[in-house]
């Protein structure tokens, strides 16, 4: 069975004794029901993690055993350019994009976009979802948390990747279908808000890279494209093993 997994901020070393957050030691003691000495992970979400042992009481701590370098990370750097959405239908993708291995999550204005953050209120709304990831992760197994942020304009976000070796915009309307190269290493997907790009957006994309595709005949919620899409590209140049010889085996990494 795997032993349960906690997000933390402290800096771990071996031999070290910390004290868990109060989030982390009521669910612990109060929710897993663990007992003292028992085996739990922990990671930062920079990558590796830590086994430990839960020292149990009033003021829970764990005593930190050896490090792991244990990650399991896509080999595609998959960025997913979001725009604003409705809070449920947001904090679904994220969760699902940070199981799925997504790298980065950019979150960007669109023209029909019917959310509009800024100041403290974005601050908010961006340490809501990183907590999501962070919950994901634990999870999932993942030790390395998708970095999340913000960019102050649609073309800001478009411009932010140029890095990537493919650039896809879904659109229902494109004439081609998703086709990836199986040995594409970064990709970057553009995906609209509720009611889809305006042809002004989904031409600027194009103008900078970006091919316009379309998943299928059927024209989907966005929050279904951005995790359909994602899950296509992981199949295809990241790391899903469909076509693994024996299910659920997974490459040495």
Not at 16 to 30: F, K, M, N, Y
Not at 205 to 229: I, K, M, N, Y
């Amino acid at each position: 069975m795997t032993s349960p997994r906690f997000l933390i901020e402290s800096v771990l070393t071996a031999a070290s004794d910390i004290e868990l957050p109060r989030t982390v030691a009521h669910h612990a003691q109060h929710v897993l029901r663990l007992g003292d000495g028992a085996e739990i992970i922990l990671f930062d979400g920079s990558g590796g993690q830590w086994r430990a042992h839960l020292v149990a009481g009033k003021r829970p701590r764990a005593t930190v055993i050896a490090f792991e370098p244990i990650d399991h990370e896509s080999p595609l750097a998959l960025t997913v350019l979001q725009a604003w959405i409705a809070g449920d239908k947001l904090d679904w993708v994220v969760e699902k994009a940070t199981e799925l291995g997504v790298a980065q999550i950019v979150l960007l204005p669109a023209e029909r976009s019917q959310v509009r953050l800024a100041g403290d209120r974005l601050q908010r709304r961006l340490n809501h979802l990183r907590a999501i990831a962070g919950a994901a992760c634990a999870q999932s197994g993942r030790n390395k948390l998708p970095a999340i942020a913000a960019a102050p304009s649609y073309a800001a976000a478009v411009d932010s990747a140029r890095a990537s070796n493919v650039r896809l915009v879904l659109s229902p309307d494109a004439d081609s279908a998703m086709v990836v190269p199986a040995a594409t290493r970064s990709c970057a997907l553009l995906v609209g808000p509720e009611g889809g790009l305006t042809l002004a957006e989904l031409n600027i994309a194009v103008t900078s890279g970006f091919a316009a595709t379309r998943l299928g005949p059927r024209t989907l919620r966005t929050e279904t494209a951005a995790l359909a899409a994602a899950a296509i590209l992981q199949a295809t140049a990241g790391d899903l093993d469909l076509h693994s010889d024996q299910l659920g085996a997974r490459p040495s990494r």
